[in-house]
């Protein structure tokens, strides 16, 4: 990609994460990412179609940032390392907390902690579908109820619902999920 094209879209995307940020307006406009990004409206048009292009881009970033620290810290080939999933989701919403923060509490953003799950499921099913010792049928089941209440967990703890330090939160709930497949007895 043209270094151009990749700085201007550089400078969308923060000035959307600035906008998402600004406590003052809430309301969140082309015209204010333009001005934001310090280019014109057509500009913008080059590159995005609307503001949910932007944010699609932004959470897939966000997203394959979680999945290169999972390669990164062998979550795939360790089958006995449960907490990496934990850590590479705390690490991504550590460096950006209050953005994170904001898009936790705007139901506008919802798409981006279902993609989350999404992923959360299918590393789920790709590390520990063969090695825990339950039903394949069942295998769905787990995958699921796992990653919706890891999500639900980090978003409530974005949320502010609960009084733990990132970390420790992140720490119980490993614990959680080593205790889940432990009692599975994973092969």
């Given at each position: 990609?043209?270094?151009?094209?990749?700085?201007?879209?550089?400078?969308?995307?923060?000035?959307?994460?600035?906008?998402?940020?600004?406590?003052?307006?809430?309301?969140?406009?082309?015209?204010?990412?333009?001005?934001?990004?310090?280019?014109?409206?057509?500009?913008f048009y080059l590159?995005?179609?609307?503001?949910?292009?932007?944010?699609?881009?932004?959470?897939?970033?966000?997203?394959?940032?979680i999945l290169v620290m999972l390669e990164n810290n062998n979550y795939y080939d360790d089958i006995t390392n449960f907490i990496?999933?934990?850590?590479?989701?705390?690490?991504?919403l550590e460096v950006d907390v209050d953005f994170y923060r904001k898009i936790a509490m705007d139901s506008n953003y919802h798409p981006f902690w279902k993609q989350l799950e999404s992923l959360v499921r299918h590393a789920i099913l790709t590390v520990y579908g063969e090695h825990l010792n339950i039903p394949q049928a069942l295998l769905p089941i787990y995958s699921d109820f796992y990653a919706s209440a890891l999500v639900s967990v980090f978003v409530k703890w974005l949320s502010g619902d609960y009084e733990l330090e990132l970390s420790e939160m992140g720490s119980v709930v490993g614990k959680i999920m080593f205790q889940t497949f432990e009692y599975n007895n994973i092969r």
């Open positions: 990609m043209d270094r151009r094209i990749q700085k201007t879209k550089v400078a969308i995307r923060e000035a959307f994460i600035d906008l998402i940020l600004d406590k003052k307006d809430p309301k969140i406009t082309i015209t204010k990412i333009a001005k934001f990004a310090n280019i014109d409206r057509k500009t590159h995005y179609d609307s503001i949910d292009d932007v944010f699609k881009e932004l959470a897939e970033e966000k997203l394959n940032e990496v999933i934990h850590d590479a989701i705390e690490e991504v």
